[in-house]
């Protein structure tokens, strides 16, 4: 069966700082999708990015940075130089390949809070 | 272009009451998903359609809930009769997908926060 895990419930940093997302998962299948979410105040889950696992390869985009190991079963994120407007819940989640895998199994999700 | 429209936003209502909730996918997209999230569960996948034919529904709690699609372009979950316990936020979520599996991402309405009192 599928499984998320994101041991952090709650991470709490100081602007400029970088934070790292923890995220570990289970699957049984060889291909898979993994993915993270933002989830603002305003409570609209907003897609930030999508790796196959055939892809280790990491990724950048702006202050944000993904490292995807398959040997440990973990997809972490990290945000460089955090800013206030970086505070929400994020959720880390994992679907499988094949018609009917399509659904998200979600991490319980890590709260970040960045002070000014 | 519009993304998931979800409605109502929000809804309070009692408790043996029928509630619906709607939402209109975006055009083009051929899975729609609903999706609940509460503090204890976290976010829990409902149901959801591939071209309009529910595919797993394994995640719906009883025979209180029931979803439809009746088109490509509107979908509804409905609760009768509504119990304290399923307050929560509720999401629909659609994705380009089908013959890939979960590989596209799925973009997600606004949500309904539910209340029953």
């Known amino acids: 069966a599928q499984k998320v895990t994101q041991a952090q419930t709650e991470i709490s940093v100081v602007e400029k700082e970088d934070v790292t997302l923890d995220c570990v998962y289970e699957?049984?299948?060889?291909?898979?999708?993994l993915f993270w979410y933002k989830q603002p105040p305003s409570g609209e889950l907003v897609f930030l990015i999508r790796?196959?696992?055939?892809?280790?390869q990491n990724e950048i985009s702006g202050r944000y940075s993904w490292n995807f190991q398959k040997s440990t079963s973990s997809f972490n994120f990290t945000i460089t130089a955090s800013q206030v407007v970086d505070s929400a819940v994020y959720f880390c989640a994992l679907s499988e390949a094949g018609y009917g895998s399509e659904k998200l199994v979600f991490g319980k999700g890590t709260k970040l809070t960045v002070n000014p | 272009d519009a993304g998931v429209i979800q409605s109502p936003r929000h809804e309070v209502t009692e408790m043996g009451q029928e509630v619906t909730l709607r939402c209109k996918p975006i055009s083009g997209h051929n899975s729609l998903f609903w999706y609940r999230q509460t503090m204890m569960r976290g976010l829990e996948l409902l149901i959801y359609f591939n071209n309009n034919v529910p595919i797993d529904d394994s995640g719906m709690p009883e025979d209180r809930f029931s979803a439809k699609m009746p088109n490509a372009s509107f979908s509804t979950l409905k609760i009768q009769p509504s119990e304290p316990r399923d307050s929560a936020v509720y999401f629909c979520?659609?994705?380009?997908?089908?013959?890939?599996?979960?590989?596209?991402?799925?973009?997600f309405g606004d949500g309904t926060r539910l209340s029953i009192l």
């Open positions: 790796r196959n696992s055939f892809d280790e």
């Open positions: 699957t049984r299948d060889t291909t898979y999708y």
């Open positions: 979520a659609s994705s380009p997908s089908g013959t890939g599996g979960g590989n596209q991402p799925q973009h």
